[in-house]
């Protein structure tokens, strides 16, 4: 028998000391996620902790002053202090807004930049410290911000969208392990070019891509806010197509938009009244049905105040359910002026039975600027009224276009009649135009409600329904009010206090938006750390009040 020399059993043992050690560390790698899983997570339909308690996501958005679009991220945001203060609210979560220039520059694709790991951790530390948890929610993507229909470039150039995935795989891998992290929020308000199979294939690349990495923490998946061109929601409520674990559905209660943006410059929509107002209509899922086409056009060239005298339109089709008056300025690529419209009601037998409006267009409040090609421009003319000096404009349109006023809706009744009437003046009106005074009328399949609390239900009704039909769980990752709307007794509180109490009914959990901004924040002032002597308090008081 021939004896192995020593430094021959030395070596095996080294290789066998190895190949253990290689296999435990496999075993401590393939477990590692499972043993340290103390993350949110869905059980039984349910958002639990890791030891299966149930958990409520209530909050705020930060949202980190992403639309400078500045390299780097912001200082003057938020500090650590304002953990503390969501907390005292009563709050539990943070709606984490990130631009994808925090971490990377377009002329560096896929190098990642530590200044925004480090604003990263640290506010990670804060939030840890406050028991708060964080969603990371990516709402300037590569391609462009999406709200506004802008960001074409996420979805026409593909090297976009392997970007936007890339960083998201390499967010969830360094933070796979972070509890204080709720989850990722994919896109913020999607708009794709051409259909929601869009935004379901990036979705699912960008979840796929995450999975290879982290396999349990929470992603939010939202719905598309509409598509390029076309309002109408799809039978799934645009809620993208997917596939795979732990995924929230989101979506945002900004209904109705005419009272929560009002007065806000860059909506542009006027004065949008009161909360609750019982005199004023709203519905939800209202579309465009048809119109009395057939009113007198104004001449071309220049022309004095005219009165122009409808056509009486007689109510037959019953998906007619709401109208309201329309100014067309379609092609008029000079100017044409409006003032002193009417509206009459007439019962079967053409007998007049009383004026619906009366109106002096003496303010471009509520009134809102459609363009089929973008071009024009309205107004509120001071020098050039009917019967005072004020009245309303439209100029330079080359296509079709209308003013239709959110103020001054009516509901028609079957087989009466209606006829709007009032005065045009106009300046180099061009030949082909075709301005004149029109009633839209609008359908729906919803309720035709008023503005309160119960249409506030309508509109939330219909995401609760579709996400228990799909058995899953709902995010409201943004509701809120203009600033406009907690002023004049407008009731931006009770609008508010309607809401949470509507998303606790319905278990949606919600972050509201937005903790530091002059448009929508708690927190006011641009540009410099939140002061508590330029806040929101009676809002603060409420949130305490009622998530405490």
Known sequence: MKFLSLKYWIFILLIFSSCTKNDNENSISSTQEEVNNNLLQISNNKLVDFNKQPVY???????????????????????????????????????????????????????????????????????????????????????????????????????????????????????????????????????????????????????????????????????????????????????????????????????????????????????????????????SGSQWYTATFNNPTISYGNSGWNYFEGIKYKITDDKIKIAQPALIGASVNGTVFFDDINIKEYDENGTFTKNVFDINLNTIDGWYYWSANDSGTVGLKESEGHNDLKCLFISNATDDCNLSSSKHHFIPKKNYYYQISGWMKGNNVATNAACKLRIDFSTTESPILVRNKAYLASILKKNVDWAAENKTILFMGEFGAGAPCFENDKGGLQFVKDMVDLAKEYNIHFTYHAYHEDSFGIYKGYGTLPDPNNVNQPLINLFTQILN
Do not use: C
């Open 57 to 283: 996501l209530q909050g705020v958005a930060f949202g980190n002053e992403i639309w400078s679009n500045a390299p780097i991220p912001p200082e003057t945001h938020h500090s650590e202090i304002d953990y503390q203060r969501v907390k005292a609210m009563g709050m539990n979560a943070v709606r984490f807004y990130l631009n994808y220039r925090f971490f990377e520059d377009d002329t560096s694709p896929y190098i990642y930049k530590q200044s925004g790991w480090d604003w990263l951790d640290k506010n990670i530390q804060w939030a840890k410290q406050n028991n708060i948890y964080l969603i990371l929610n990516m709402h300037a993507p590569q391609g462009g911000y999406q709200s506004q229909g802008t960001g074409d470039a996420l979805w026409n150039i593909v090297e976009n969208q392997n970007r936007l995935a890339a960083l998201w795989k390499e967010i969830a891998n360094k933070y796979k392990y972070e509890p204080t992290i709720a989850g990722f929020g994919l896109v913020n308000e999607p708009v794709p070019t051409s259909s929601i199979e869009q935004w379901s294939n990036l979705a699912q690349k960008i979840i796929t891509e995450i999975r290879t990495v982290n396999k349990n923490h929470l992603i939010f998946i939202e719905k598309a806010i509409y598509v390029k061109g076309n309002f109408v929601p799809n039978e799934n409520l645009n809620f993208p197509n997917v596939t795979g674990g732990n995924i929230i559905y989101e979506f945002h209660g900004y209904d109705p938009l005419s009272y929560t943006h009002q007065l806000l410059e860059f909506a542009k929509l006027g004065d949008g009244g009161k909360y609750p107002d019982e005199n004023t209509i709203e519905t």
